[in-house]
Every structure is written in C-alpha cells, then in structure tokens.
T-cell receptor
Framework: DTGVSQNPRHKITKRGQNVTFRCDPISEHNRLYWYRQTLGQGPEFLTY????????KSRLLSDRFSAERPKGSFSTLEIQRTEQGDSAMYLCASNPTGINYGYTFGSGTRLTVV | GENVEQHPSTLSVQEGDSAVIKCTYS??????FPWYKQELEKRPQLIID?????GEKKDQRIAVTLNKTAKHFSLHITETQPEDSAVYFC?????????FGTGTRLTVIP
C-alpha cells in the first residue's frame, strides 16, 4: 500500500452524462475526504467519511453529486447529468481517525465536460 | 466554517532570494496548519506543518511561523532555487476537516 490511489486519472465526458470516480485510501486510514479543485484555486471540501458513515457534506455538493463508501474501504463519487461547470480536478485524501493531521492526497481525477 | 485567505496570489523572486507567503484564518478552533506544494496536475505534497502549541518550525530552507492571537501564519523559503517554482497552498484544520487557501504561484527566476 503505497498511498491514496484514484481512478481514472482523466475523464472526458459529454454534458449530461453520468460519471463515477474511485478512491482507494491508505488501508489503515478510517477517514476519507473528497475535494474539488478548479484551475487557479485551492482544493474545496466536498464531503468526508469515517469508515462507511458520511459525516459531513459541503453545500458545494449539489443533489447531482453522491458519494459512497459502502464497506469503509474505497469510496466512489458520482456526478449525474454533468455540466460544464463540473470540470475540475477531484482529489481524494485520507487520514487516521482521531487526529487532524497526516492527510495524504491522491493524484486526483481530472474531469473535463464538453 | 473556516475561511482561509492567502497572499500574494503570485510571487516572483530571483534565485537565492527569500520568499514569504502569508495566510490568515477565521476559526479560533483550528489548531493544525500545513503547507502544501503542488506542481501542475500533481497531488498536493506536504512540505511543512505546524501545530498551535508552537510559534515557529524550521526544516532546512523552509520555516513556518504562527501567531494564534492574530490568526495568521506564514511560510518562509530561504535561498530559493528554480525547483521551488510551484503553487503553494496553506491550510487550516480543526477537529474534522482541512480548509485551503487560494494558493500562491511562486516563480524563481534563475
């Protein structure tokens, strides 16, 4: 286990299509976070899980977005009916429960909606 | 929620000079302040961090200072090198989450 893994690295989709991204965190990490990063901006928090429980969702997470972590290991982020404004880098991070440091980031999934 | 502001948005320095990036935060409950370096289309990489019980931390050419009373913290890079060119983000964390600044694009001119 060498770190946080995200797939795919790049995704190009037509407007209106659904897309799903996957994140595999560091295996000992109970917490998993999703962030969105647009060009020239810092990562913006979307949601986080502790094990399989989704504990917090940002107001940025519209009803077209849904995230799951069914077995408390990998997580998926689905965007339905994609819009051009969804084009961004989607970053996943994980850290152990009980501490607020030790965040490790994945390489991200670059989504382009055409 | 937490609001992190970062300045400047761009910074150009001559090789060998120092670079300073400043951040402020709003939530007094935040107690962990990391700095990340991000190269184009790469993941954010932690370069240094500081917890609220200390005022300064140094690691070779990189140092971070924290003023909890004023709610601001700064990154100092000395003897800059061309490979320091990247986008740098500050962040602030409370119990459950990490909030980022908007980034500083640092260019080191050889």
């Amino acid at each position: 286990d060498t770190g946080v893994s995200q797939n795919p690295r790049h995704k190009i989709t037509k407007r209106g299509q659904n897309v799903t991204f996957r994140c595999d965190p560091i295996s000992e990490h109970n917490r998993l976070y999703w962030y969105r990063q647009t060009l020239g901006q810092g990562p913006e928090f979307l949601t986080y899980f502790q094990n399989e429980a989704q504990l917090e969702k940002s107001r940025l997470l519209s009803d077209r977005f849904s995230a799951e972590r069914p077995k408390g290991s990998f997580s998926t982020l689905e965007i339905q009916r994609t819009e051009q404004g969804d084009s961004a880098m989607y970053l996943c991070a994980s850290n152990p429960t009980g501490i607020n440091y030790g965040y490790t980031f994945g390489s991200g999934t670059r989504l382009t909606v055409v | 929620g937490e609001n992190v502001e970062q300045h400047p948005s761009t910074l150009s320095v001559q090789e060998g000079d120092s670079a300073v990036i400043k951040c402020t935060y709003s939530d007094s409950a935040s107690n962990y302040f990391p700095w990340y370096k991000q190269e184009l289309e790469k993941r954010p990489q932690l370069i240094i961090d500081i917890r609220s019980n200390v005022g300064e931390k140094k690691d070779q050419r990189i140092a971070v200072t924290l003023n909890k009373t004023a709610k601001h913290f700064s990154l100092h890079i000395t003897e800059t090198q061309p490979e320091d060119s990247a986008v740098y983000f500050c962040a602030a964390a409370g119990a459950n989450n990490l909030f980022f600044g908007t980034g500083t694009r640092l260019t080191v001119i050889p």
